[in-house]
């Protein structure tokens, strides 16, 4: 017992200590999981031994690998499964296992018909979907056309091996497997539904656990992690990994509650994220043994290599043959593609399988483990770097050099500063993206409309989202039309709040008078028997909930109101800005420079007028024995100024003194 405190101690030190290193480094380059692991791998028993692998630390490591695979599942939309996206995906993944195979065999470290090729054919088609998700949820791409992508075929590299494992690792006949997997199934289907009936019954029992869920019960949070540990514990009955457990586990959870739930999530994130899933990386990295991997450095870099080749071509040739991707740049398509060959769960897993067995050894297993570590820092990195050299069009600046070399210096400056606009309009698209999906889930909330796709037409979406992507065309027009835009926000806002205020006050009078009625029924029945207070108390309080109801309907309707105004006037603000983008597109590339020219000659007029003017007040300083800027505005100066024949500057009132 005292063994495995002092593990967990050091444990939960570098739990706490690695967001806070992550987060000194500029930029977070560097996941925080990256620190999990190397500090597991240094203080685990092959290097400093401050962390054993007691049994204790290998239930908490598994129960945080179960939570990572379920919030995994959770965040899987069914339409990344079924979409033209998911279908693509699914027949990528298959492609990726044969090629996977293929490789095995051409190697010479494994075979493919042992139990060790077959679970480094399927550790090559992977993708660490669940590690991903907080790296993605940081760099605010979840709502974005490359985060869904990456959640489309990351989710069938992470369901597939798991798949893969239960039947091509197992040591039962594959019919029997395949048995075993159809009822697990079947119960984990017989559990969603019969979850979702009662919800939708509303039941005395969904009653109690809504309203006892953000109790000392925590009713939803227990339910929940019984759901957990039910289907891990199933799939260990069934001697199924339980990666599998935990991810039917997320989809039951998501088929539940589609909508999702708010406080739901939090809770998890906070006993998964702040607790156990650092367990299970710090744990998985002190199963690594770093001697073991600098001893063989060819087959680190070998698997990288092949991870590369065989996840991430497949994918990037998908997304530019797929209709709905082929539209993307294609340094986005190439970021979709590095972020799915980020793999270490599914590593962790075929590699425990392969060495409970006796087909590997552990020191091939911590080579295989520490490869994918690395892709976890790696292939995020290259993605967010590649992303930059793209979109600093180095062939494009590699052509320029050659025909002006004279002007390099020029030529790359230009293309950085490409680059550098480039990378703040996509920081800015994202962060639109995010707030725009926090909106929409403010709204969905809190007046029950549903998505803003659902009431916003496409058209105004489209020419709101091509006005955002123009608007570094001219500030001047910008600026006009965003001023337009605010009068009438305000205007409508006004409007709206005029109309709630209405609306709030007729609920209370109805309230009031509700609430009046009921009062002076059960006063004239005071003097009855205790009958008839019941019955006029059950009036009193039909009467109230009536009221209740009465205003909330009363204050949705005003929460509607104030919403179709705000609509309105994005709907105007987005039809103005596109009708004056296409005016100013219609301008040929004269007027476009000539329009340019007057507006520098505009900035360089005002700006050598406040120089004149500073000079003027400094020179009236000086003369009159004043402050800087004491005398007058230097307006006033200005304009009572004059300049004689000869072309010096006198005053009004110097005229007048010498006159």
Sequence with gaps: ??????????????????????????????????????????????????????????????????????????????????????????????????????????????????????????????????????????????????????????????????????????????????????????????????????????????????????????????????????????????????????????????????????????????????????????????????????????????????????????????????????????????????????????????????????????????????????TVFLMPFLASITYRVVDAQPIVAVKEISRNPREIGSILRDHLALERMLAKQDAAMRAASFGRARAADFITHHTGRGPMESWIPNGHIDRANALIQGTELDAALWEEIKNQGDAEWAAAKHNGDKAWEHLKTEGDLRWSAVKKVGDQTVEAQQSGNWQDKAAALQSRTALRNAAEEKRDELARKASASRAAHADRVAMLFAAEQARRLAEFEKLNDDKRAELESERTARKSDRRTTREARRALRKEEGRRFGRGYGSWGAGDEGDSDRKETKDGTEHSDKDASDEA
């Excluded at 090729?117 to 993605?136: H, K, R």
């Design 1 to 374: 017992m005292p063994v495995d405190l002092i593990s967990l101690a050091f444990i939960a030190l570098v739990a706490a200590l690695s967001p806070m290193i992550a987060q000194l480094i500029p930029g977070k380059p560097i996941p925080e999981v990256v620190f999990l692991l190397v500090a597991g791998a240094l203080m685990g028993p092959y290097m400093a031994g401050l962390i054993d692998m007691t049994d204790s630390v290998e239930l908490l490591s598994d129960l945080g690998l179960a939570f990572l695979f379920l919030l995994a599942g959770y965040e899987i939309n069914p339409k990344h499964l079924t979409g033209s996206q998911g279908k693509r995906g699914l027949a990528t993944w298959i492609v990726t296992l044969c090629l996977g195979f293929l490789a095995v065999r051409l190697t010479p470290y494994f075979s493919v018909s042992h139990v060790d090729g077959i679970a480094v054919a399927i550790a090559l088609t992977t993708t660490a979907l669940g590690t991903l998700l907080p790296i993605l949820k940081e760099r605010n791409l979840m709502d974005t056309r490359v985060g869904e992508s990456i959640l489309a075929y990351g989710t069938y590299g992470e369901l597939g091996p798991v798949i893969a494992m239960a039947l091509l690792l197992s040591s039962r006949a594959e019919w029997l497997t395949v048995l075993i997997l159809v009822v697990f199934v079947g119960i984990a289907v017989l559990a969603a539904s019969f979850s979702a009936k009662a919800k939708k019954a509303g039941g005395a029992v969904f009653k109690f656990l809504t309203a006892n869920a953000n109790t000392t019960a925590q009713t939803a949070m227990r339910v929940t992690v019984l759901l957990l540990v039910a289907l891990v514990a199933l799939s260990a009955i069934f001697d199924l990994d339980i990666v599998l457990g935990a991810f039917a586990a997320g989809f039951v959870l998501r088929y539940v509650i589609p909508e999702g739930n708010h406080d739901l999530e939090m809770k998890l994130d906070g006993i998964a994220y702040g607790f156990l899933i650092p367990i299970f990386f710090i744990a998985s990295g002190a199963k690594i043994n770093l001697a073991a991997v600098f001893t063989q450095p060819a087959l680190l870099i070998g698997f990288i290599l092949m991870l590369l080749l065989i996840r991430a071509v497949p994918i990037f040739i998908a997304l530019s043959t797929g209709k709905d991707t082929r539209d993307m740049s294609p340094n986005s398509r190439l970021t979709v593609a590095l972020y799915c060959t980020t793999a270490l769960p599914i590593i962790v897993a075929v590699t425990s399988v392969a060495v409970k067995v006796g087909a590997m050894p552990q020191d091939t297993a911590s080579v295989l483990v520490s490869a994918g570590a690395i």
